[in-house]
């Protein structure tokens, strides 16, 4: 099969999708559910272009590389939404306009494909839907209809559009439209070039980890009004949605007190600092934050984040760092085990000074200690335990290059958390 009936497939399917984009005018999140991966996302591309002469729309791949929504993207970036779920690329960089007016975006599957079940069962996509309602945008979800989750993924938005031979999982699921087939007939599955590939022994659907707060912020970027006409050329700004930053440790516009510059509790103990960490990303959400922690899981030693300032036109970011060392080696080495092990990209990661941790708590033993990092971890606190020479563990949230970084990590725990914590040069090694 030549590309030339490659394209005039995909087409078809596209025109099919345009021509039931009507029936969506009402929604705001919708997943366009197929067996056929082209097919699948060329159906969402033509609802997505129509819905786009009045709105603002999204068109996410959650399918993985599918051809139709990768050949819109230009550029060499391979940066996409797992990249922004797993490792805090900035949604700017991942949002590619692909109309004249702004009204149109393709959010690609991003360079790890990964099947994250639990990523479609999170509850937290009733929020995003909420963001895309707020906006008076439509988010558009090209997904595989076989795979586990995806009808609690159905359940949490709006409904569903069905492509195929393909039925809706969730029997109480609204299904805005079905698109049995294109207008005219369409080449046998096998030939056609993606779709081929897809059938290949040991191929699977693949789903992207997707941050939930971070395509909340892509609601707001989409706009916060229903749109009568196409809008003019505008440049794209993304924040933080928030409704999904409301349990945050940190909110969208931290509040700093006029307390006096921190002072270090321990002066004495600078010597005997675990100074070197590895930071692993900079994070423009908490949630996407505290999930890189927790995807390290336990090859995460003593994972923790904090809120950076990254000046007035930036806003806040957070640093996820790993790691407490007095010796550079030994951080090194665990930047070289993250990056073999994947859970570090090749050339990203770096070791810093980090001497500074806010002390929140202390313990006479590991087994004292558990329950307390527990607690605060279960309250979102993103806290550690560092083993002192004499048994005893000192809790720490946090690891900071200077004082100053630790002031608005300090002021967010006092008035989010009621937490007093003391600014204390990190002491001790993980366990």
């Given at each position: 099969m030549t590309d030339q009936a490659v394209g005039e497939f995909e087409s078809l399917w596209e025109a099919a999708g345009s021509r039931v984009a009507g029936a969506l005018d009402g929604a705001s999140a919708v997943v366009v559910l197929g067996h056929d991966p082209i097919a699948t996302a060329s159906v969402a591309l033509g609802i997505g272009r129509a819905q786009a002469s009045h709105r603002r729309v999204a068109v996410g791949d959650l399918i993985g590389d599918v051809a139709p929504i990768r050949?819109?993207?230009?550029?060499?970036?391979?940066?996409?939404?797992?990249?922004?779920?797993?490792?805090?690329?900035?949604?700017?960089?991942?949002?590619?306009?692909i109309d004249t007016i702004g009204n149109l975006h393709v959010l690609p599957s991003g360079s790890d494909q990964v099947v994250q079940e639990e990523i479609l069962r999170n509850d937290r996509w009733r929020r995003l839907a909420s963001g895309f309602h707020e906006a008076g945008a439509l988010l558009l979800i090209a997904a595989p209809a076989a795979v586990p989750g995806v009808e609690d993924l159905i359940g949490m938005l709006d409904g569903v559009v069905v492509v195929g031979d393909a039925t809706s999982p969730l029997p109480s699921a609204h299904v805005f439209a079905e698109v049995s087939s294109a207008t005219r007939r369409s080449p046998p599955r096998a030939t056609v070039r993606s779709a081929a590939r897809a059938a290949q022994p040991g191929r699977r659907w693949v789903v992207p980890a997707v941050g939930i707060a971070a395509a909340a912020a892509i609601a707001i970027m989409l706009g916060r009004m229903y749109l009568t006409r196409p809008q003019p050329p505008v440049a794209t700004t993304l924040r933080?949605?928030?409704?999904?930053a409301s349990d945050s440790l940190v909110s969208a516009s931290p509040v700093i007190d006029s307390s006096p510059p921190l002072v270090v509790e321990n002066p004495a103990d600078s010597a005997l600092a675990s100074r070197f960490a590895v930071q692993i990303a900079m994070v423009d959400t908490e949630d996407g934050a505290a999930l890189r922690v927790r995807s390290g899981a336990g090859d995460f030693p003593v994972g923790t984040y904090a809120p950076v300032s990254r000046g007035a036109d930036r806003g806040t970011w957070y640093k996820v760092t790993t790691g407490a060392y007095a010796d550079r080696n030994k951080a090194d080495q665990l930047l070289g085990f993250l990056r073999r092990r994947g859970l570090v990209p090749q050339g990203w990661g770096t070791v810093i000074r980090a001497p500074f941790g806010l002390q929140v708590a202390?313990?006479?033993?590991?087994?004292?200690?558990?329950?307390?990092?527990?607690?605060?971890?279960?309250?979102?606190?993103?806290?550690?335990?560092l083993?002192?020479?004499?048994?005893?563990?000192?809790?720490?949230?946090?690891?900071?290059?200077?004082?100053?970084?630790?002031?608005?990590?300090?002021?967010?725990?006092?008035?989010?958390k009621n937490i007093d914590a003391t600014l204390a040069y990190r002491v001790g090694r993980a366990y």
């Open positions: 050949e819109l993207v230009t550029d060499e970036d391979p940066h996409g939404l797992t990249d922004a779920f797993l490792y805090g690329v900035s949604l700017n960089k991942i949002a590619r306009q933080r949605d928030s409704a999904a202390t313990a006479p033993s590991q087994a004292q200690a558990a329950p307390i990092i527990a607690d605060f971890q279960s309250r979102n606190v993103p806290v550690y335990g083993l002192q020479r004499d048994g005893s563990v000192r809790v720490y949230a946090g690891a900071f290059e200077t004082p100053d970084e630790a002031a608005p990590s300090k002021s967010a725990l006092k008035t989010a």
